[in-house]
């Protein structure tokens, strides 16, 4: 199990240094989730199982999914990026064999020697919500902080406001000026 930690471990590292230079930004989320499922094989490999399911459905599945949300509130437009080479996906595709690899010869190893027991649900809580559940209430509502801040900046002025703005730009329209007529000529 020693041996399947450091290749989880140098996997996750891996990951994300690729998420941390890849410019486009849903190859950055594919190589996080990458990243997320080989934390996951590291609490499998340390013997927390049920911490290594909840990396995989709260990180992997609903934080990826908020992401995603968070891209299409955002409305990047940019140009049509051309078609990514085959060559382009062999960094994923090695990674996640890799730890599909070790995941499967983890599991069915004989006699499941994990490292220090099993933690289950109820460690799990009794820490997340004893000493730490004002951690966790800050990270969620930063996320939503977040969230709705990241609407607010992708958000196009309409209506009233987009007329204030116009109208401090560029001055009230008015009617061009007619010069006075001569006198004596009557109009």
């Known amino acids: ?18 998420v941390v230079t890849r410019s486009q930004l849903v190859h950055a989320l594919l190589y996080l989730v990458i990243s997320l499922f080989a934390v996951a094989v590291v609490f499998f490999t340390l013997g927390a199982p049920f911490d290594a399911a909840l990396e995989v459905i709260v990180y992997a599945g609903a934080i ?76 969620s509502m930063l996320l939503l902080a977040a969230l709705i801040g990241a609407r607010h900046v992708a958000a196009e002025p309409t209506g009233a ?7 401090g730009t560029t001055g009230p329209e008015e009617a061009p000026e007619v010069p006075p007529a001569p006198e004596g000529v009557q109009g």
């Not at 199990?1 to 690729?18: C, E, P």
Request: charge should be negative; avoid cysteine; hydrophobic fraction near 60%.
């Open 64 to 139: 990826m999914m908020l992401f995603v949300f968070a891209v299409m509130l955002l409305d990047v437009r940019a140009q049509k990026p051309p078609r990514m080479p085959r060559s382009a996906w062999a960094g994923p595709v090695i990674l996640i064999a890799v730890l599909l690899a070790e995941l499967v010869y983890g599991i069915t190893l004989h006699d499941h020697a994990l490292a220090g027991g099993s933690v289950g649900p109820t460690q799990v809580s009794a820490a997340l919500f004893g000493p730490y559940v004002l951690g966790v209430e800050l990270a």
């Open 161 to 167: 406001a987009a007329g204030e703005a116009d109208a």
């Open 1 to 18: 199990m020693t041996t399947l930690f450091y290749i989880a471990g140098a996997v996750a590292i891996i990951a994300t240094i690729m």
